[in-house]
C-alpha cells in the first residue's frame, strides 16, 4: 500500500523513465529501432524494473496514466533519433478495456510531434481474449494511420492460430525463453524455426528477444528471422546512452 501511493505520485512527477533497448536487423545488427521498458528511480530503493511496479499499476487502475505518461515522453526523446528508427512501446491487455486508447495514442503523436510510421505497438494475447471485437477495431485504427502492430512473447501464453487469423498483425516477436536455449535444444531450435515460418508464410516480420550468443544470430538469420533484441546488442539503457550509441554506431 505504501508502494501504491509512491507509484501513484512517481507517475505524477515524472520519475517512470523510459529505457530503450535496441532493435536490430539480422544478420546485419544495424539498429532499426529501440523498445521502451519501463524503469523507476525509486530514491531508496534504487532503479526498480517493470516487474516491481507493473503488477501493481494494473492492480490499482494506474497501468494507463503510467504508459501515457511513457510514451508521451519516448515520443519526445525519439524525435532527436535518425527518422529510419521505430520506437516500440508495450500496451497491457488491461489498456485494451479502454474504448479510447487509439485516440489516446493518437493525440500524443499528434502533441509531440512524432509520426505514427515511426511507432510500433507491442501487445500480447491476453488483451485479445476478453473482447476480440474491440481489440480489432482498436488495431485497425492504429494501423490505418500507419502504427505497426507487434504481438509479443509469442510461443508462450495462447500462441493462439485463432489470433493470427482473426487479426492483422505486422510483427511477431519470439518470447526470449526459446531463443537462448535454440542452440542446446534441437526441439526448441524446430519450434522456433516452425513460429519464423508460420510468421513469414503470413506476412510478418519476426523479432527474436533475449539474444545473448553470436551462435544464435547465425542460426536465426539462417532461418530467415529478420530482426534481433538482446543482450548481445545492447542492454536497455537511458536515452543518454542511447544518444551515445546512435553517434558511434552500435
Ligand atoms: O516500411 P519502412 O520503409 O518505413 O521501413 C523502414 C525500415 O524499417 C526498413 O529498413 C525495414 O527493414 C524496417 N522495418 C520494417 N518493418 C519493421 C518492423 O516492424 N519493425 C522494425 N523494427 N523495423 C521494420
Ligand atoms: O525490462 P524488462 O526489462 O525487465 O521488462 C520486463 C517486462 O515488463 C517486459 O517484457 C515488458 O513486457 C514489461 N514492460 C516493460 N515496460 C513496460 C511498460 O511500459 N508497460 C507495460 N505494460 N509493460 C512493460
Ligand atoms: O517486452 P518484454 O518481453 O518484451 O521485454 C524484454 C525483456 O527482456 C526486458 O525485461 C529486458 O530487460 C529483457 N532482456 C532483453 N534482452 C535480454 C537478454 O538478452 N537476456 C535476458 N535474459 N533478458 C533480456
Ligand atoms: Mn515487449
Ligand atoms: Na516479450
Redesign the pocket.
Known sequence: AALEAELREAIESGKIEPFY?PVVSLPQRDCVGL?V?ARWRHPTRGLLGPDQFIPIAEETGMIADLSYHLLRQACLDARSWPSHLLLAI?IAPQQFQDRDLAQRILAILAETGLSPHRLEV?ITESALVRDLEAARATLTSLQNLGVRIAL??FGTGYSSLYHLRELKFDKL?ID?SYV?TITMSAERAKLVDAIIKLGSSLGLVTTA????TDASVDWLSDQGCDFG????FGK?MPKEDVAQMLRAGP
Open positions: 533497448q523498445e521498458l508495450n507491442e509479443d512473447d516477436k526470449r537462448d528477444e533475449g539474444i545473448e533484441q538482446g543482450y548481445l536497455p
